[in-house]
């Protein structure tokens, strides 16, 4: 079945850049996703890339995937201490509709 | 952007009971709602997808007698977790997706969750 691994901790400094990476199994994948989940909540999606696509940038939100290699990552430029919050990342396959996700990658951001 | 609503936020319960968790879509309809549990540290693991009007689709190993699941409406879904045992403490979140949004990106909209703790 498919598989989605993600790094589980990532640590920061307010202003630097945070990288979040994912790798992924199923190479029928046809969307990849990018969520945040803040403490006590549901998932917010924040940016998707099409599997035909190499990079997607969206304000401070930049998305690579490399299709070869099945890994995705999300990086967040001037990270801000209210970007601390679990993120997942999630594919879906070309077939369903549902998604698989990863284990989330939580990221803290100090001061 | 759509609002999904879960009800309760919060829920402990003796074990053996039943408890129903509510999932409203506030400002669409949603013909599809899914269906999720979180362990902690885990990641979101799908249970079932409900369709309106229809019987919910569960994923493999998960028990449709004890998750009972109703999608009475296109803007309300229900879960029940009957006779409810410690195992099944956990972090229950909903989603939903537009009525005609479908292919393209597939976005889902995700309630707030609800904590079950089972004594």
């Known amino acids: 079945g498919e598989d989605v691994e993600q790094s589980l901790f990532l640590s920061v400094r307010e202003g630097d850049s945070s990288v979040i990476n994912c790798t992924y199994t199923?190479?029928?994948?046809?969307?990849l996703y990018w969520y945040k989940q803040e403490p006590g909540a549901g998932l917010q999606l924040l940016t998707y890339?099409?599997?035909?696509?190499d990079m997607k940038q969206d304000q401070r939100l930049t998305v690579l995937l490399n299709k070869k290699d099945k890994h995705l990552s999300l990086r967040i430029a001037d990270t801000q201490t209210g970007d601390s919050a679990i993120y997942f990342c999630?594919?879906?396959?070309?077939?369903?509709?549902?998604?698989?996700f990863g284990k989330g990658t939580m990221l803290l951001v100090s001061p | 952007g759509a609002v999904v609503s879960q009800h309760p936020s919060w829920v402990i319960c003796k074990s053996g009971t039943s408890v129903k968790i509510e999932c409203r879509s506030l400002?669409?309809?949603?013909?599809?709602m899914f269906w999720y549990r979180q362990f902690p540290k885990q990641s979101l693991m799908l249970m079932a997808t409900?369709?309106?009007?229809?019987?919910?689709?569960?994923e493999q190993g998960v028990e449709k007698d004890k998750f009972l699941i109703n999608h009475a409406s296109l803007t309300l879904s229900t879960l029940t977790v009957t006779s409810a045992h410690p195992e099944d403490s956990s972090f229950y979140i909903c989603?939903?997706?537009?009525?005609?949004?479908?292919?393209?990106?597939?976005?889902?909209?995700f309630g707030p969750g609800t904590r079950l703790t089972v004594l």
């Open positions: 199923d190479s029928s994948s046809t969307y």
């Open positions: 890339i099409f599997s035909n696509m």
């Open positions: 999630a594919e879906r396959n070309s077939g369903y509709s549902t998604l698989t």
């Open positions: 989603s939903a997706r537009p009525f005609g949004l479908a292919g393209g990106y597939n976005e889902q909209f």
């Open positions: 409900s369709n309106e009007g229809s019987k919910a689709t569960y």
């Open positions: 400002d669409f309809q949603a013909t599809t």
